[in-house]
């Protein structure tokens, strides 16, 4: 294949083409054609991007002379075209594979493109959920509080940026305070059957992720089966209390790894676009990370060099403080 575009290049006859009027006034027509075919992708990217990055995008797909040079070179064998007729159509592929990058890293502009930001919701406000929302990262997430309790916001209202008082929480007041437009809300009452109901109701009104707070072990199974039902995850610190001694007695390293100051596992959900369809050893930043799992679909798979991503792939990866926000910033960012 390389000798044959090779070849079909060196026999190209530029002297007997120019000598052709006919076969020279063909050119700018095609070279109209190639361009006017391949511009309805605009249509396509401007679902994605603004006019001008669609139209640099859709300019650059007029890039076609592999596709071009074995159609003509049938033509030629045919007798269907002549052989100045088939140098006029690879001059003109050849001027628009020139002349399609250089448009399109004249009209391309990069715009700034921000992180967009995971909104959290947390109902309830004590000593189990306010450390959280301290320490989650306010470059990856929009954290709001809210609380029935009039002494917790005193306790708690100049720890946390965005903590409100509520008298009594229910569905009208959640819907007024926009609460369920968020994309994880967190229940964190101290009252199990209170997270239960606001569970049911954040669900009902479409919230994606939903982490309800279970402690007291006697709570019907019928709640925590609903709960199941619906999607909603369930926390339960006596159970997470179980799991982080047995992993510091099984996998002491691992506990070392999840509590360093230097390091930690992170997590991250494909949403860029430019990273879907690579193999994993083609991320720009694989040598500085550790892909440990790669969750599709609720599935987990074990990664490989090898691995094609997907979008919406769940992948958990170490790697140093440093890196972790950069690697967020690329794979999670929309675009």
Same mark, same amino acid.
């Given at each position: 294949? *390389?000798?044959f575009f090779i070849m079909t290049g060196v026999r190209l006859d530029l002297k007997s083409l120019f000598a052709n009027k006919t076969a020279l006034a063909l050119i700018p027509i095609l070279v109209a054609c190639f361009i006017i075919a391949k511009l *309805?992708?605009?249509l396509i990217y401007r679902r994605r991007f603004n006019a001008?990055?669609?139209f640099a995008g859709g300019f650059l797909t007029v890039t076609t002379i592999t596709l071009v040079l074995p159609p003509l070179q049938v033509a030629?064998? /045919?007798? &269907?075209?002549?052989s100045t007729q088939s140098d006029a159509f690879i001059l &003109?592929? @050849?001027i628009v594979c020139v002349l399609a990058p250089i448009v399109f890293n004249s009209t391309y502009k990069l715009n700034k493109e921000d992180l967009v930001k995971e909104r959290v919701v947390i @109902?309830?406000?004590n000593t189990l959920t306010v450390p959280v929302a301290q320490q989650l990262s306010h470059n990856w997430y929009v954290v709001r509080m809210l609380t029935d309790n009039q002494d917790n916001y005193k306790t708690f209202n100049s720890e946390v940026n965005? /903590?409100?008082?509520? =008298? =009594?929480i229910d569905e009208q007041a959640l819907d007024a305070g926009k609460y369920?437009?968020?994309d994880v809300m967190v229940l964190g009452f101290r009252n199990d059957n209170k997270n239960y109901q606001m569970a049911v109701l954040a669900k009902k009104h479409g919230v994606k992720r939903v982490i309800a707070s279970v402690q007291n072990p006697k709570v019907s199974t019928d709640h925590i089966d609903e709960l199941n039902r619906l999607g909603v995850e369930i926390f339960n610190s006596f159970v997470v209390q179980n799991s982080v001694l047995r992993s510091l007695i099984e996998s002491p390293s691992v506990f070392e790894m999840l509590m360093s100051a230097h390091s930690g596992l992170f997590e991250v959900t494909i949403h860029n676009q430019r990273y879907v369809g690579i193999e994993l050893r083609s991320l720009p930043f694989i040598d500085q990370i550790t892909v440990s799992r790669i969750y599709r679909k609720h599935k987990p798979i074990s990664p490989s060099g090898d691995t094609v991503l997907e979008y919406g792939d769940h992948i958990l990866y170490t790697g140093p403080y440093e890196i972790v926000n950069e690697v967020r910033k690329r794979l999670g960012r929309r675009g």
């Open positions: 294949i *390389p000798i *309805p992708t605009t001008r990055n669609s030629k064998n /045919l007798h &269907a075209i002549t &003109a592929a @050849v @109902v309830g406000a965005d /903590l409100k008082y509520i =008298e =009594e369920f437009d968020t």
